[in-house]
């Protein structure tokens, strides 16, 4: 199954730009991995636990609101449920674009993904994460940008620096490519290119979590991760 994607601005490619969501967002929950016996599924608009087929790709968000979870089979113990908040999109980062030159276009996107890892076999059957009966803990995750020349004519020397309230600013640079960390937010990261003055932006990401878990509690729970990507283009069309 494909991932689902939120399809939330369209950017204009000629004016200064005030501060708005990415052009597109998606998380895809990855299928589980590790323990021993078979796992199920559970989704918002399924009434009840599935087998997993081995086919399957992965499972997208679509809606705020939206839950996935998973489980060893008949296990309550080792299930894990995760749980989209509201806002997705403006929840973790935004993105403000300073156009003043017509040649170049530049893209702001946002794409994750939440893994699971199950560490032994089925256990007893204990009270149930999805119907709530245990409560929601919020779900940290690694943050990562990266900046990318894509079809623009000749190499762009980027600049990113990443300014905090607690830090000092740092300071990446690349030819053609940058790939760097977001260990501390808020943040704001603004990118440059020597060979277009005129093309810049900055990047606000916000000290919020989009994500929240809910685990069976038992030893079988298995551990796991989330991973947020903000990709950045320049004349990505």
Not at 13 to 19: C, D, K, L, P, W
Not at 29 to 49: M, Q, V
Request: aromatic residues 10%; glycine residues 10%; negative net charge.
């Amino acid at each position: 199954m494909l991932a689902s994607v939120f399809i939330l601005a369209t950017i204009a490619s000629t004016a200064v730009a005030s501060i708005q969501a990415p052009s597109l967002v998606y998380i895809n929950a990855l299928p589980p991995s590790g323990g021993s016996g078979d796992y199920e599924f559970h989704l918002t608009n399924t009434k009840d636990w599935k087998s997993l087929p081995s086919d399957i790709g992965s499972f997208g968000f679509n809606n705020d609101g939206d839950r996935v979870g998973w489980r060893l089979k008949g296990d309550n113990s080792s299930a894990l449920v995760f749980n989209l908040a509201s806002g997705v999109a403006s929840n973790i980062a935004e993105v403000s674009y300073n156009y003043t030159e017509n040649d170049i276009s530049m893209d702001f996107a946002i794409s994750g993904s939440v893994s699971t890892t199950f560490r032994g076999s089925s256990g007893s059957k204990k009270r149930s994460a999805w119907s709530g009966s245990y409560g929601n803990t919020t779900l940290p995750f690694n943050s990562t940008v990266t900046v990318d020349n894509i079809e623009c004519k000749g190499d762009l020397t980027f600049t990113v620096v990443v300014t905090t309230g607690s830090s000092p600013d740092k300071t990446y640079t690349g030819v053609n490519h940058v790939n760097l960390p977001i260990t501390t937010l808020p943040a704001n990261v603004t990118i440059t290119n020597a060979e277009h003055s005129g093309a810049s932006l900055t990047l606000y990401y916000y000290d919020n979590h989009p994500l929240a878990i809910t685990t069976g509690g038992g030893s079988s729970a298995p551990s796991y991760g989330a991973v947020i990507t903000g990709a950045v283009q320049f004349c990505s069309d």
